[in-house]
């Protein structure tokens, strides 16, 4: 992938998502098949029992999925199957980490699978995910 290309995907994944704004959700990293996102957890992150939200979790690793999909193709692509683990907990205070990794592509979908992590490392939640390629070109500036 060229920085030219990184920069325009980063801009597309942040700028252009008002959702993941809405929930501070960030990409920070791109690479050929990947996508590092972040999430520094805010009281609107949280659920009643001030640990993340399964909502949120998704929402981060499904991002995390679909911008390393468009790393690979600039062709809008859309989520048509997902499953989520959640595996641990994390505390209120925490920063965490999605990487989402691009594990097989085809003609029309990806099959992607994004870690959610703690700033120790601990896994947290893991999604596997379906990607399909509606066939539109990313409106990339």
Known sequence: MTEELKRK????????EPFINHNHIKVTDLGDGTATVTLPLEKDSLNRWNTPHGGVLFTMADVANGMATLTLRQESCVTVNAT???????AAEETLTAVGTVRQMGGKVSFCTTEITDSTGKLIARLNSVMFF???ALPLA
Do not use: H, Q, V, W
Not at 9 to 16: I, R
């Open 9 to 16: 995907l980063l801009a597309f994944g942040n700028d252009a």
């Open 84 to 90: 989520m683990d959640f595996i641990s907990a994390a």
């Open 134 to 136: 509606t066939g539109k």
